[in-house]
């Protein structure tokens, strides 16, 4: 019977034992009554605090547990009238396939970042003034000292065995993501990963499914290579795979960024995300999931990757240390399917590796010290901040030109041109005059009546700095 709670609340109590936080214990608790048909559809789940008292815990404990069913679309929270399972997982395929993987107990991570000058606006650049440099000169110093011979010698191709094992440490507790380090390759930056995977699963002239709008660079990249892409729209919920099926049935891949879509900020939804890991399924299609800005989310807590609901082996899983330590680094990884690290082995030994091992051990040392954890700590309050210092400034604009676009993290802000003007024009009014706005017409495969600008917010130190590059930016809308 809809409406009422089918789990046994001794079936959801967390082992205080398990390496596990309690949290995501009561998480894959819920996944699983779910997923073995003892919440249904339409069943309304206990309130945060019943739940609470019922099984001895924080009230922020179950809460941040809600939070993550609610953000992947498990739960839908009805306000005076509770918290419901999704009833739209009733029209999905079997939704064990749901169940998250248990990630292996591991050593948790952390991060780093050097500096660069950065334009007012300019995206993918982190907070620079924030990076904990003493920390990173530090570390520095210490593995110059304690360099093991091994990595003076020829580096491994697949990246720094140390790093390799921190990042699939960190992806188990993090991302949920099970994985070893043997599924883990460094490159040297994104676009090196998505040349790993080129090389090794495609061929040229392949069909693929991209996000439109898309990541920009990613879409430059793969067309140069010779790939082919068919443009799949993205709404509120995501990339629309219904469309997607109905325009390019026979694509061999998809690139998708699911947790916080590039551009728009948005998160790809349960019942898409379940629909899209059918499709390659059936297809027998690869899915490139570009874990964009995932660790920056100001509304709970990160969203789990696609990655962690991948059943049959289809995802191939990227995420890049340029946009939470700096991008000098030029460094990015990508976790493969546990049946493909074999052939991917045997590619990068043809292909150019990731480069010196220092830096990587660096990392390596940032993370297994917990700095990197500590740090994103540190800077999801410190970017929801200097958001709001952007978002304020623009707000008070006056004509009414620009309309800032909800986004629950990211470091940039998408700002709907509530006006004619053509965004490309004023994009590149406003380059000219310094600042890096970018276009989202530039961002798109098909053309749209809906013109934006993007603006990255996290080198504005203050609001005055915000409310300043805002005004320059004014100038040049009001010459428009």
């Given at each position: 019977?809809?409406g ?19 949290y995501l214990?009561?998480?894959r608790?819920?996944q ?5 048909g003892?919440?249904r ?11 609470a ?9 179950v ?15 009805r ?19 749901a ?7 591991g ?7 050097p500096?660069?000058g ?7 650049v982190?907070?620079?003034?924030a ?5 990173w ?18 580096p491994?191709p ?11 440490a960190?992806?188990?507790?993090a ?5 070893t380090?043997e ?12 040349e ?24 430059q990249?793969?067309?140069r ?29 998809a ?15 349960l019942?898409?995300?379940?629909e899209l ?15 964009y ?24 899983y990227?995420?890049?240390?340029s ?14 399917p546990?049946?493909q ?5 045997d590619?990068?030994n ?10 990587q ?7 297994e ?5 500590r ?51 004023l994009a590149?009014a ?8 970018q276009?989202l ?12 600008l ?7 130190v ?11 930016l ?5 010459r428009?």
């Amino acid at each position: 019977m809809s409406g009422t709670s089918r789990a046994d609340p001794l079936h959801l109590k967390p082992n205080r034992e398990q390496d596990a936080p309690i949290y995501l214990q009561l998480y894959r608790r819920y996944q699983e009554a779910i997923a073995s048909g003892r919440l249904r559809p339409g069943d309304r789940v206990p309130s945060v605090r019943s739940l609470a008292s019922e099984l001895g815990l924080a009230r922020g404990t179950v809460e941040v547990a809600y939070q993550m069913l609610v953000g992947e679309g498990y739960f839908v929270a009805r306000g005076a009238a509770g918290t419901v399972v999704s009833p739209r997982l009733g029209n999905l395929a079997d939704a064990s396939r749901a169940k998250t993987s248990t990630p292996p107990p591991g050593p948790s991570p952390r991060p780093q970042a050097p500096d660069h000058g950065a334009q007012p606006f300019q995206l993918g650049v982190p907070a620079l003034d924030a990076f904990p440099r003493k920390t990173w000169t530090r570390l520095a110093g210490h593995t110059l000292r304690t360099l093991e011979t091994v990595a003076m010698s020829y580096p491994d191709p697949a990246g720094y065995g140390p790093l390799r094992r921190a990042i699939a440490a960190y992806l188990g507790i993090a991302r949920g993501i099970a994985c070893t380090a043997e599924q883990v390759f460094v490159t040297a930056g994104y676009r090196g990963a998505l040349e790993l995977v080129r090389r090794t699963l495609l061929r040229t002239g392949d069909l693929g499914w991209y996000e439109d709008p898309g990541y920009i660079f990613a879409r430059q990249f793969l067309e140069r290579a010779g790939m082919r892409l068919a443009p799949v729209p993205v709404d509120e919920e995501g990339l629309n795979v219904r469309l997607g099926r109905q325009r390019a049935a026979e694509a061999r891949f998809a690139v998708v960024t699911p947790t916080h879509q590039s551009p728009t900020g948005v998160a790809l939804s349960l019942p898409r995300r379940l629909e899209l890991l059918e499709w390659a399924r059936h297809r027998r299609a690869w899915i490139v999931e570009d874990d964009y800005d995932s660790e920056f989310r100001y509304q709970g807590r990160p969203l789990p990757a696609l990655k962690s609901l991948d059943r049959n082996e289809r995802v191939l899983y990227t995420g890049t240390f340029s946009k939470v330590l700096f991008p000098g680094l030029r460094l990015a990884y990508l976790v493969v399917p546990a049946s493909q690290a074999g052939k991917f082995r045997d590619m990068v030994n043809h292909l150019p590796d990731p480069g010196s091992a220092l830096p990587q051990a660096m990392v390596a040392d940032f993370m297994e010290q917990g700095h990197f954890t500590r740090h994103l700590r540190r800077m999801r309050p410190l970017y929801a901040t200097r958001r709001g210092y952007l978002a304020d400034a623009l707000a008070r604009m006056p004509g009414g030109r620009l309309h800032v676009q909800p986004q629950a993290g990211g470091i940039h802000i998408l700002a709907r041109l509530l006006t004619r003007q053509g965004d490309k024009r004023l994009a590149l009014a406003a380059q000219a005059d310094g600042l890096a706005v970018q276009a989202l017409s530039d961002w798109r495969m098909r053309k749209s009546s809906q013109g934006g600008l993007l603006m990255g917010f996290a080198n504005f130190v203050t609001a005055e700095d915000a409310a300043a590059a805002v005004r320059r930016l004014e100038a040049v809308l009001e010459r428009g």
